[in-house]
């Protein structure tokens, strides 16, 4: 069973988005039942919320799922996920402050560095934005999900 989680700050728009499309690949993969994900945020602000219903709107247009309610990251986190995708810079270095000995950074990426299509090492929090900022959002974790999985199958990470 392979573990992965993916992190933004608030998990209410792009971790839950990711989450979301990293789901559909598998349910067209059939490897549903080889893989647990999930997602969260290194804020704690809106836990127990489900996602912005913008993102909802735009990710269900696209026949995405939005299934899991926003929560923290936490320590433990480290424990339960084989692989841990922060959505920018921020949330990449909020995580490792978690890893107090540096155990468990070869299991934290910045998952722009999976895009094949995209030049930006991050991915934009689209909040505050329009609907075109969630759409970019969206085509980019399409395309850094994609490759993830590839490489998760293919154990090159």
């Known amino acids: 069973m392979k573990k992965v989680l993916f992190v933004c700050l608030g998990n209410i728009c792009r971790?839950?988005?990711?989450e979301s499309v990293f789901n559909s690949?598998?349910?067209?993969?059939?490897?549903?039942?080889?893989?647990i994900v999930d997602s969260a945020g290194t804020s704690a602000?809106?836990?127990?919320?489900?996602?912005?219903?913008?993102?909802?709107?735009h990710g269900e247009l696209r026949g995405y799922r939005f299934e899991t309610l926003s929560r923290p990251?936490?320590?433990?986190?480290?424990?339960n996920f084989d692989y841990i995708f922060a959505m920018d810079q921020s949330n990449y270095e909020n995580i490792l402050k978690l890893d107090l000995n540096g155990d468990f950074e070869n299991r934290v990426f910045r998952i722009m560095e999976f895009s094949q299509k995209?030049?930006?090492?991050?991915?934009p929090d689209p909040y505050y934005g329009g609907a075109q900022g969630f759409e970019l959002v969206i085509d980019m974790l399409?395309?850094?999900?994609?490759?993830?999985?590839n490489k998760i199958e293919a154990e090159e990470i």
């Open 118 to 123: 995209f030049e930006e090492n991050e991915v």
């Open 15 to 18: 971790s839950p988005t990711a």
């Open 45 to 57: 602000h809106h836990a127990g919320e489900p996602a912005d219903p913008r993102m909802i709107r």
């Open 25 to 35: 690949i598998l349910r067209s993969e059939n490897k549903s039942r080889d893989y």
């Open 73 to 79: 990251f936490v320590r433990k986190d480290f424990d």
């Open 142 to 149: 399409e395309d850094a999900c994609r490759e993830i999985f």
